[in-house]
């Protein structure tokens, strides 16, 4: 157990956090996960999984009956160790894969297939009833775990959103000082927005289980908050329902 863990006690449950790309969701559900002693469950991942390997199956991801069709017998691990986060497809290690450009492009129309949907779902809903855990996506608290024990919609300004990608995409594997000069890049900043809102917009209208806030949800806008901060206020709402 990490430094600054508290022991975990009491009985299962799930925060499920959901939200747009660009809010921070993962880092704050990874550390919320780390203090509470809980597994950790990055469901993005998992549709970026099946998208990488609609690619190297040579599918396009909008044929949705062939990206149906190789579906059969596909499987790969799901880590739930928020410490980590390492992912697999054939044995191989595509942590990093499945964040470059092509598979970013691929998830939205890949996501927004029933038939992946199908797929992924009762795989979603047995991990987040495993026990303490922490779920992250965009349909937790509407379709994957509707009985969240706690439910936060997380969001951010646009123009922030757009930052804070862009870092990201520049922090892997540029020194620090680098990332902390990015955001002057406006015109990289300003793509970077352009693509966060198509990706909304495709997720929020899509029919099957859009992108949208449950309405017991706690909506948490991040635009001004660090990642501490953040993490405090998930922390205040989940010990107000007994977790700790």
Known sequence: MTTGQRQPVGAGFVVAIDGPSGTGKSTVARRVAEILGAGYLDTGALYRIVALHVLESGIDPQDAPAVADSLQ???????????????????????????DADVTAAVTPVSANPAVRAFLLDRQRILAASGRMVVEGRDIGTVIVPDATVKIFLTADALERARRRFRQTVGAGAPQADVATADVDHEAVAAVARDLHRRDTQDSSRQHAPLQAAPDAVVIDSSALGVDETVAAVLELAAARGIS
């Open 73 to 99: 017998g596909l499987d790969f691990p799901s880590p739930t160790d928020p410490r980590q986060q390492r992912q697999e497809l054939h044995g191989q290690d595509v942590t990093s894969r499945i964040r």
